[in-house]
Each structure stands twice: as C-alpha cells, then as structure tokens.
C-alpha cells in the first residue's frame, strides 16, 4: 500500500502537470473533434451527406418551429422548407439539372436561403457572388462560376446593368427575384421575374440529392479578393456538415440559442458557420440585411438574441459608439468569429459583458482550423489554442520558417522545411489528406493556377502535402496562436521586419485614433518600403503628441513615415483592410488628394509637393 502522504505529495503535482499541458483544454476539444466525425460517419452511412439534410432533420423534428427572423417577419422551418421546394421544382423546370452551377447575386433576405436550399435539393450548386462588387471583378466571379443563369436581387440592378453587354455575352440567362423593387411592380427590362404562383411545393425528387459525395461542391464562395480578383473556393458538401458538427458541439449550440447574423451570406462565417449551425442545431436566426453599428445592438436586444457573430472590424466599429447605459442589457452569452484584434477584444468584452468569446481562425477553401474558447484574460487576443497533446495527437497544423523578403518558405539543408519555436513567426501550412474530408483541400473552381500555388510538396518529409494559408502566425509555450500578417503585408524597412498588424495595433491604441491601416511603400533610391498609414482621425487629433507617442511605444523603423488623413477606410464586403489601391497610390501628393503628413524628425508634418521632390531625389532623411 501506498503512504497516504506520498499520494497526497503526487496529487498536486498531477494537477501541476495536468494544468501545464492543459489537458483538460485539450480533451475537451478532442471529444468534439471525434464526435463530430463520429456524426459525420453516420451522415456518410444514411446517405445523408447533402448539407440539406441537415435543414430537413429540423423540419421534421420541429415543423412550426421559427427559424428565421428577418426584419420583424417570422419564418417558421416548413415556410422555408416549402418556399426552398418551389425554387427547386422551378429551377429544374428551367433545365437545372444536378451537378449545374447556378449564380446568385444577392442581398441578405429568405430568398437568399430559399435559393441556396431548392439548389442544393436538386443536386445543384450555388455560386455565391459578392454583392459588393461591381465592374471587372463582378464579370470576372461571374465567368469564373461558369453559369448560365443569374438569379439576382432586383435592388442590385445597378451592377448588371453596367456590364450587361459582357454578362449576357457569357451565356447568362437573368432572373429577378424578391427585393423592394419587386414588391413595388418595378420590372427590370433584362431580367425575367420568377413566378412561383403556379409553381409546386411539393418536395423535389429525393434521388437528386442521395448519393451526394464528400467531395461534391455545396457552394461556391468567394475569397475578398484583397489582393486581386476573387477566387472561387469548392466548398463541399463534407465539410458544410463537419464543421457545424464539430461547432455546434464545443460552443454548446442549441434549439434554444438565437443567433444574430449581420455578415453578408454569401461568405462562408455567415453561411456555414451562422446558417449551417443553426441547421444542425435547431436555432433560431435572426438575419439583417447588412451590419449597422448604430443599429447592431438594439436588434440584437429586441429580438432577444443569445450569439452574435462578428468578422474583421466589426467590433472596432461597435467600440467607437457612445457608449450607453443599455451596453450590457442584453442576452448574449457568445460572441464568436474571426479578426477580433488583440486592443480590441478586452475592452469589447468588459464594455458589453460579453461571458464567451469563440475566436475562431479558417479560411473558406483551406484545410485547417484553430479556436480559443475565450472566458478571461489568459489567451485575450489569440486566434486559437492547442495544448501539447492536441499537438502531437495532429501534427496536421504547424508554422514553418518563412523569408519575409523572398516570400518562400526557408528549407534546410535535407531540402524540407523547418518547423517554428515558440515565439518564432512564420506561415502558417495545414495539412493536405485526399482521405479526410476535413483536410482535402478541394481548389478553386476553373483556376488551376491558383490551385498550384496553393500546394506545397515535400515539407516536413518526402511525400507530403501542405496547404500555403498565406499568414503569419506566432505560437507562444502555452499554446495560445496569435495572428502576425498576411504573406506581404510584413515588409523590410532599415534591414529590418514591420509588421503592419503590430505597427496597427499599437497605433490604433491613441485616443484620438479611430481607425488605422498600415502598409509598405517603395521609394526610389531606398531599399525595402517604408511605413505609411492611413488613418481616420478625431477632429482633435494632435499629430505632434501622436508623433510622440508612436515613437515611444513602436522602434524607430517601424513608425510609419508616411501619413495619409483619411475620411473612411476601403473595406471589403467580410470588413478586412483593403490595401493594394492604398499601396499602388504611394506617397505623391499631386496624386494623392488627401491631406498628407511625412515623419520629419521627431514630428509630423505637411508633406508638399516640395517635400516629394526632396524624398524621392534622396535628399530628405527618412
């Protein structure tokens, strides 16, 4: 027998151990991860891999339940289940057969969903375009899809008409559906209205959508495109169900939660995290048609909203409201998405009492993920979280080596790559496995090229593959991953790495700083880019003290030298930075219509045409 004092010397020490390799942490996710492939077999094995069977399971278990509340009008599970078959039985009336991709050029609405549920009943597949897009990159998504029939909004006319020429020229047949226009009489010239008056809704052929593969293609959605024009990521059917499988699991997700939604649904947080959740879980969407920061928290208390969803800046946005009495009267027990910086998420929580943060980090067409169940200060501003057991249980997520100059991967000398310390920057790579639907990375649709520059072979060893995600990412010895900058944004400055999300964050944290955005620029007769910003201001800004301040938080080779007074930052429709028009104007003032300001010494000041001239003739210091 054991002495009682020595067990009770080897207990302390066993939650000491326990808590340093945060095992607990780490079942937990683990116990998720194989649920929800334990759910998925048995999806794979009733033939049920089609994501509309998820909607379905709801319909049948709670017919009258409400699903879905848009702008004060309620929609129960069989209103959307009968208005999705109509579409369905219309569109095959049209030829729409399974496999056939079909373009939807949508705002948020039921129509959206009634669209994207009767495609997905037929076996179809929805090409999901970004409804802010206009001009090049709106026919470029369009013939990228390889449709010939656009369903469109009829309040988003504008766009198709100003490229109708090309657009009709690539095959497509229009369509209008829904939109106030509509409602109005208002009849758009080169779109067909669809007629569902004489249409069934009785439920479209069931072997349409049995059969349907891990690797058949749900939906096609977009990247931002923030760095040229979108790419259409294959979004599979196997993965519209594991992931909700696994997300429903780890955050607790029920028939009771009450999710509201305000990313645009053509976008795969909102889709598939937003929507697909709620399919499998029973819960109740709220869906705005767009993000209001004025409006964002009185819907959320008026239609008693449980979760809500945010995505890039959104928080930074709902931060620079008055605050107000009503900040922490509400119900939200979670707030879960992606790019919630680390100066802002603290004072997010604290100021709206928010219990759960649920960051999360994934991108639409990669094969890898990472979350931080977020409660308290440890892991505030982390992207994610894996102890030491979830790491070596998965070596299918690491970050390597990476040449910030060359943007390559640095390889040793055996020719493989070389897998980051704690602390040590460097791209993140995820692994790439024909045989796991969670890590088969399915490409882009009609772009093999981007594909290819996807895909890296022979990286930890001979044979394998891995998946470029095109970010730096940091680990640190608890676990906890933190964001760096994407391939390009991180620039050589004096010798020197600046990385524009730090340079970002430190500047965003000056009062009179409402937004910041941070990017390189060349300059003749220099080697690297310097710092510029761009940056939306208070009226009492003070550029001296800002100066000063910028100087004593940040080392003299990152405080951007360049300053560009903004009114409003571009984003993209999923609120990320855009920077290649900010990089591509450079620093002339002759072409550069905003106010400009140039680091001249320990202060900032007017920078003229007189000053350029100076600057790119090499006789100012920078």
Known sequence: MVAFPVVAAAI???????SKMAIPRDARLIKNLIGAKLAYNAIEKNDAVNLTFRFHECYLKHPDREALVFEGRSYSYRDIHLAS???????????????????????????????????????????????????????????????????????????????????????????????????????????SPIDLSQVSDMDTPEHLRRGTTANEIAMLIYTSGTTGLPKAGRFSHSRAALGPLFWTRFYNFSENDRVYLSLPLYHSAAAVLGMCVAWISGATVILARKFSATNFWEDVRSNRATVIQYIGEICRYLLNNPESPLDKVHSVRMAHGNGMRPDVWTRFRDRFGIPLIGEWYASTEGTGALTNYNTGPNGAGAIGYRGTVARLMDKGLRIAKFDIQTEELIR????????????????????????????????????????????????????????????????????????????GDTFRWKSENVSTAEVSEVLSAYPDCIEVNIYGIQIPGHDGRAGMAAIVAKKTMDWNKFAAFALKNLPRYSVPIFIRIVPEL??????????????????????????????????????????HTRVVSGRAKL
């Not at 302390?12 to 326990?18: D, E, L």
């Not at 039921?110 to 090049?136: M, Q, S, V």
């Open 12 to 18: 302390p020490a066993a939650m000491y151990v326990s």
């Open 85 to 191: 078959n109509k579409i369905g039985n219309w569109l095959l009336a049209k030829g729409v057969k399974r496999g056939d991709i079909v373009s939807l050029f949508m705002q948020n609405k039921p129509e959206f969903i009634f669209c994207w549920l009767g495609l997905n009943k037929i076996g179809a597949t929805g090409a999901f375009i970004n409804t802010n897009l206009n001009g090049k990159p709106l026919t470029h998504s369009l013939r990228t899809a390889t449709a010939s029939i656009l369903i469109m909004d009829t309040d988003l006319s504008e766009p198709i008409v100003n490229s109708l020429g090309e657009i009709q020229a690539m095959g497509y047949t229009v369509y209008s559906y829904g939109g106030e226009a509509a409602d109005k009489g208002y009849a758009i010239p080169f779109a």
């Open 412 to 487: 040793g000398k055996n020719g493989l790559c070389i897998e980051c310390g704690p602390g040590e920057p460097g791209e993140l790579l995820t692994l790439v496995d024909s045989t796991d639907p969670t890590k088969d990375f399915k490409g882009y649709h009609d772009n093999a090229s981007a594909t290819n520059k996807k895909i890296v072979s022979n990286v930890f060893k001979t044979g394998d593959k891995y998946f470029r995600t095109g970010d730096i990412l940091r680990r640190d010895s608890d676990g906890y991953f933190y964001f760096g900058d994407r391939v």
């Open 570 to 611: 571009e984003i993209t429709g999923t609120f990320k930075q855009r920077k290649v028009e900010l990089v591509a104007d450079g620093m002339d003032p002759s072409v550069i219509k905003d106010d400009m300001l140039w680091l001249d010494g320990h202060s900032y000041k007017s920078f003229t045409p007189t000053e």
